[in-house]
Each structure stands twice: as structure tokens, then as C-alpha cells.
């Protein structure tokens, strides 16, 4: 796996994650440890807008570095993020308190996807 493969891939787990609710500033810098898909980018929630960047954000409220693995477990939400700091399996830098708003977003897209999951099914139903 590339680093643009890895960053397409987190983009589309955090896209459409319904953000709205969440009214102040969250920038989270992600640095990704590996040899092939390693590299950085960014997750912004800026006016109930979620944003999701292949950049550094210099000006950011936590840096959160793992193994590609690790990150996309987490997005899927099989890996609760504050056990994976806990195990050492994520290294957090910057303001822990914004850094488990993370969870938020994490859980507003696994919300999203159930409800579309719930649709489809009953247009299923419908045919």
C-alpha cells in the first residue's frame, strides 16, 4: 500500500461523517510510520465541516503517529483509539483533550454508515 493509497482510503472512512454538532475548531495532523504508506495528512472540523488533507497542518491541536494498521482499524472502529494509546500502538502529542474528540468523529461516521446499511436494506425489502 502507497501513502496515496492509504490517504484515499482514510478519506473515504472519514467523509460524510456527519460533523455538524461539533462547533469549535479540531485539527488533528496524522503521521504515518512506514516505509511505503508513510507520510502525513490532516483531519479539520472547522464550522461543522469536515476536511480531510494530504498536508502537514502546522497550527494543529494534536499529532497522532501510528502504523497504517493501527489507523485504519481505528477509522473502522474496531480499535477504540484511547486503548491503542494505552497499548502504546498510537503516540498522541498536543492537546489530549481535543485528541479524544477524535472519537466523535469516528463515531458520527459509524453512525452514518449504519443508517445507510438501514436504507439499503429496507429499499431491498421494497423490490
Known amino acids: 500500500m ?4 492509504l490517504f484515499y482510503d482514510i478519506k473515504g472512512r ?3 461523517a456527519d460533523v455538524s454538532d461539533i462547533h469549535e ?3 488533528f495532523e496524522f503521521d504515518i510510520e512506514d516505509e511505503e ?3 502525513a495528512f490532516y483531519v479539520e472540523v472547522k ?3 469536515l476536511f480531510v ?8 491541536d494534536a499529532r497522532f503517529i501510528c502504523a497504517p494498521e ?3 482499524k481505528i477509522a473502522d472502529g474496531e480499535m477504540d483509539p484511547v486503548w491503542a494509546f494505552t497499548t502504546q500502538k498510537l503516540k ?3 492537546n489530549i483533550d481535543k485528541a479524544l474528540r477524535l472519537k466523535e468523529i469516528i463515531a458520527a461516521k459509524q453512525k452514518e454508515m449504519k443508517k445507510d446499511q438501514k436504507e439499503k436494506k429496507e429499499a431491498a425489502k421494497k423490490k
Request: glycine share 16%; aromatic share 16%; net charge negative.
Open 47 to 49: 464550522d461543522g465541516v
Open 2 to 5: 502507497t501513502y496515496a493509497d
Open 25 to 27: 475548531h479540531l485539527a
Open 14 to 16: 472519514f467523509m460524510g
Open 70 to 72: 493501527v489507523l485504519l
Open 53 to 60: 488533507e494530504p498536508y502537514e497542518y502546522y497550527d494543529r
Open 92 to 94: 498522541v502529542e498536543g
Open 37 to 39: 504508506a508513510g507520510g
